[in-house]
């Protein structure tokens, strides 16, 4: 049979224009469009002002008694706009003093609650399982406790003064943030640029704080502002009530109190503090929810200022060679370096010398050896499914499978034949609930079945590393290309800043990313999506992995794009040597990229081929019913075969073959038992059906 025709290879110039806005000042631009919100921001930079020159815009010591009669308990006057209090003090003055605490009090308890809650609700939602079921119930009863009284409980034990208010309004607040922060982390956990990033081989506690930390930042944001005016009122409720501040300290809770106490004598004394705490709440709240609408209003939230690097571009310009201007030249051909680069070359400056120097950097790729045996040797692997009751459900089952250094082997199977299930046991990126029964995965000799996140990291990204389906998904939203490309060239290579930076840009710009060093400060947002998923092969091959799982790699893409993928991992093979596990369902792919072809059924692997021995002459039934039904084949027919029937489901496999059901060529003979793999193949009729076998 004649191989369906592969993908168009022709590159393009498909590069995504840089985009110059800046995200911040979008969201600035939105705030700003909001009237309210720009009347409480002027209103909180009064407050400020206040707190930060007191000294200078009181009009009198907020201090300072005078128990004369006619000073005390004053109305408005010429001298005291805003009256005095019982000890004769200037209540403008004590308002103005009064915003420090304020201030103090509002930034300072909701510091206390971050620092105590944040970090709770990151380790509850990234460790999951039993400690998050547990640590949830005590933030639950924690949260179930009435405020004041952990306030009273607090001051009663530290005594009164602005440390101990602080913490005891800090405690009240602080199981909202560790709520927020579990909730943020759950959801963030599950997504695959957290699997990227492991397969990266990047240190747990790395992801935790540089990957998702960064996703709290505008939800931590909004919730800090509100609360700092909860802050505010719980402050000036306590001194109200006598145990906040100490009565000489000028605050808007005492005041407050104080006006309370004296309401028959001077009924103005309320006004003053009870308006200044009523506008700053409500500015704090306004600010909050201005900032929310501005940032839900932008689908790119959290996005930091893009600023471009002259610098770097300059970097790259005097290391990297000129790129092909012409249509087809994405792919630029970047040898080795030619010359070490030094902070000179770097930096294109004079006295850039006078810094360390950059070492030499080793050459990007380094030419293939097919000749030293199997990168990776799977031998008769079992995953299974192990729900929390009930029996256990096999995934994959007796899977055996080798991958020659430099090999491409494409791993082809309908939906839910267990092709991903195979790739993540290999990458140790199993779902919670399933794992390997039995079986060895030897990479490089080793077995690496089961393993721990710890012993995985020593080999994720320089061993082994993942290019996934959705380039998108796969990088982190909150972070510039530059920073995901660095970060295994630091962790792995040990580079220094300077070195992973240049080495980030020549990576960028051999994976056909035209302008790299300028691109390296851009977010994943700002890539079309054959150009993110260029810069996730980037990531990939940044430490120089020795295989690589490409899960789909070009199925998200149009066909254009996927053809230029394609292109693009077959040049760094040749190039970096690396052995590909190609998993697709696409025949054209495997017709155009993979050396050999291993087909997945139902959880079983039930032939192994050369592709163009596969193509020619299939030994399995499925095999050729595959053929048969690609729409590419020559074959002239009014219809294309289908084949009957659909996989069926993990848990309900048939004894015998589990294509019997599905098969035209199945006898009695196929139920009877489980089917070995003989020979590369597993049919027990492969024999007798190898003439039959003809794709029509
Ligand atoms: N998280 C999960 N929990 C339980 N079963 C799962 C889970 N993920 C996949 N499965 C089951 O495992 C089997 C193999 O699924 P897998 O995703 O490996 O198939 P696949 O060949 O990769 O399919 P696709 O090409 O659609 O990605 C299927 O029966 C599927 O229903």
Known sequence: MNKPT????????????????SEASRVVRRITRQPFAIIAFAWLAV????????????????????????????????????GTDENGRDVLSRIIFGARVALAVGFGSVLVAMLIGVPIGLLLGFRGGWSDRIGTRFVDIFDALPGMLVAFAVIAILGRGLPSLMLAIGLIFCMNFARMSRAITLSERSKLYIDAARVSGIRESAILFRQILPNLAGPLVIQAAILTGSAIIIESALSFLGIGLESAVPSWGGLLGVAAAKQAIQPFLAFPPGLVIIFTVLAFNMVGDAVNDALAGDQHKRIKPVRRSRRAGAAVASVVPATDPSPDAVVNPLPIWPEPVTDR???????????????????LGVAPDRSSGDILEVRGLDVELRPASGPHVPLVRDVNLTIGRGEIVGLLGES??????????????????????????????????????????????TEIAAVFQDPMA?????????????????????????QARVRAAELLDRVGVRDAANRLNDYPFQFSGGMAQRVAIAIALAAGPKLVIADEATSALDVTTQAQVLDLLLDLRDEFGMAILLITHDLGVVAEACDRVAVMYAGEIVEVAEVDRMFDGPRHPYT?????????????VDRLPTIPGRVPLAGSWPTGCHFAGRCAFATDACSEGSVAFVDDVRCVRADELSKELVVR
């Not at 005078?66 to 005291?80: C, I, K, M, R, Y």
């Not at 070359?345 to 050459?363: C, F, M």
């Not at 660095?486 to 800043?497: A, C, D, F, N, Q």
């Open 6 to 21: 592969p993908p168009k290879t022709e590159a393009f110039r498909a590069l995504a224009p840089p985009k110059e806005r």
């Open 47 to 82: 407050i400020v002002l206040w707190a930060v020159f007191a000294d200078v815009l009181a009009p009198y010591d907020p201090l300072q008694n005078n128990f004369t009669p006619d000073e005390v308990l004053q109305g408005p006057s010429a001298e005291h706009w805003l």
């Open 624 to 636: 050729a019913a595959l053929l048969a039904a690609n729409p590419t084949t020559e074959a002239q």
């Open 345 to 363: 070359d770097v930096e294109g400056e004079p006295d850039a010398d006078r810094r360390e120097p950059v070492r030499a950097l080793p050459p």
């Open 416 to 461: 839910g034949s267990g092709k991903s299930m195979l790739a993540r046991s290999i990458l140790g990126l199993l779902p919670p609930g399933i794992g390997v029964a039995s079986g060895r995965i030897l990479l490089n000799g080793e077995d690496i079945a089961g393993r721990g996140e710890k012993d995985l990291r020593a080999i994720r990204g």
């Open 474 to 498: 796969a990088l982190s939203p909150v972070h510039t290309v530059g920073k995901q490309l660095m970060e295994p060239l630091r962790v792995h290579l040990g580079l220094s800043k300077k």
